[in-house]
């Protein structure tokens, strides 16, 4: 059974700190990785994604992805409120399959 | 830009009903798929279509069918309508798919379905 797998929090850091949300996978053949946010009652909203081992960097969100450790981070840099949602990550098993095998979700709360 | 849209938005049957779901993906889009996610639990696959065809398919029984029609958009049909089908259904396009590299696929707000 494929999965992946997330601490469900609440994770709550202070407004301006940095967020770490971390996310395993039991599958190694997954090839592609996703962070999405979703807010309550809301459908997901892609946040990143990164296929290739190391950091990838779009505005205060980074993501980290390690494929011998089967392990994919995002961090979020100056949090703010606007910031609490809770973090969906997915998998991808490439080609033909194409299907996300979804984490149940870090919530994040984000004290001002 | 417009995004992926879903109709209807809530949805209220009760059990041994039909339910149709619809969904029009974002333009230039050729994948769909459908996702259900229910009350407490993550969000689980259910279908992918891409150019028409049924590619993938979760694990969820036959009464969970759809189909995509040539200007790409797609319906979720689901018969004999059992309570814990209650849940949030959300549609997600792509731009297709090529190798290893799955393109991001993009969520529609959803049709929350409830069955009484």
């Known amino acids: 059974q494929k999965e992946v797998e997330q601490n469900s929090g609440p994770l709550s850091v202070p407004e301006g700190a940095i967020a770490s949300l971390n996310c395993t996978y039991s599958?190694?053949?997954?090839?592609?990785f996703f962070w999405y946010r979703q807010y309550s009652g809301k459908s997901p909203e892609l946040i990143m994604f990164?296929?290739?081992?190391g950091d990838k960097e779009d505005g205060r969100f980074t993501a980290q992805l390690n494929k011998a450790s089967q392990y994919v981070s995002l961090l979020i840099r100056d949090s703010q409120p606007s910031d609490s949602a809770t973090y969906l990550c997915?998998?991808?098993?490439?080609?033909?399959?194409?299907?996300?095998?979804f984490g149940t979700g870090t919530l994040l709360a984000v004290q001002p | 830009e417009a995004g992926v849209t879903q109709s209807p938005t809530h949805l209220i049957k009760t059990r041994g009903q039909q339910a149709t779901l619809r969904c029009s993906p974002i333009?230039?889009?050729?994948?769909v798929y459908w996702y259900q996610q229910a009350l407490g639990l993550g969000l689980q696959f259910l279908l992918w279509?891409?150019?028409?065809?049924?590619?993938n398919r979760g694990n969820f029984p036959p009464r969970f069918s759809g189909r995509q029609f040539p200007n790409y958009s797609s319906e979720l049909n689901v018969n004999a309508l059992e309570l814990e089908d209650s849940a949030l259904y959300l549609c997600?396009?792509?731009?297709?798919?090529?190798?290893?590299?799955?393109?991001?696929?993009?969520f529609g707000d959803g049709t929350r379905l409830s069955i009484l």
């Open positions: 997915a998998a991808s098993y490439g080609g033909a399959t194409n299907k996300l095998i």
């Open positions: 279509y891409d150019e028409g065809e049924e590619r």
């Open positions: 990164i296929y290739s081992n």
């Open positions: 333009s230039g889009h050729t994948s």
């Open positions: 997600a396009s792509s731009n297709g798919w090529r190798g290893t590299e799955n393109q991001p696929q993009h």
């Open positions: 599958d190694r053949g997954s090839q592609s």
